[in-house]
């Protein structure tokens, strides 16, 4: 009875951060432009401006998070293999220093992994050095994301 109870509170709980970022983003974005981001093929705008804008359109609450504290995403790296992408992305703006960062790249490699064209996403090694020791120890033990390190840019010499 009582885990009932528990979980019930839980759903009502993420219902209520659900819709509350979702007005949140609705304030700060164009909802016709972010339904026109979300239904195109990243392969489409793979090498262009859109690409970023279609990530971002494709996150759920997370979008909240990156948006409300000035933050976002870049494109590190991003490959394709049969058809699907394998991102390596960074975190820009305010989300470097941001304690929470930790769970918005959780939320960030979830909401994209759930696309039909994202195979994987990981996280540039680059951003454990923006956090104190303890967020690196934090993350690299619990943190559900994978790290590698940056593609060089030494290629030839």
Known sequence: MDDDLVAKYAAEAKAAMDAEAARRVAET????EEERLRNLSLFDVLESEHFV???LARLGPVRAALDGHG????????????????????LTGACLSCGAAPGTLEGVKTDL???REIRR????????????????????AHG?????????DEAGE
């Open 29 to 32: 974005t164009n909802p016709d």
């Open 53 to 55: 804008p279609a990530l």
């Open 71 to 90: 933050g976002g995403i870049a494109i590190t790296q991003a490959e394709e293999e049969e058809r699907l992408l394998d991102l390596v992305l960074d």
């Open 113 to 115: 992994e759930a696309d």
């Open 121 to 140: 996403v990981r996280f540039s090694s680059a951003l454990l050095d923006t956090f104190d020791e303890l967020g690196r120890e934090f993350i690299l």
């Open 144 to 152: 559900a994301v994978e790290f590698v390190d940056p593609p060089s």
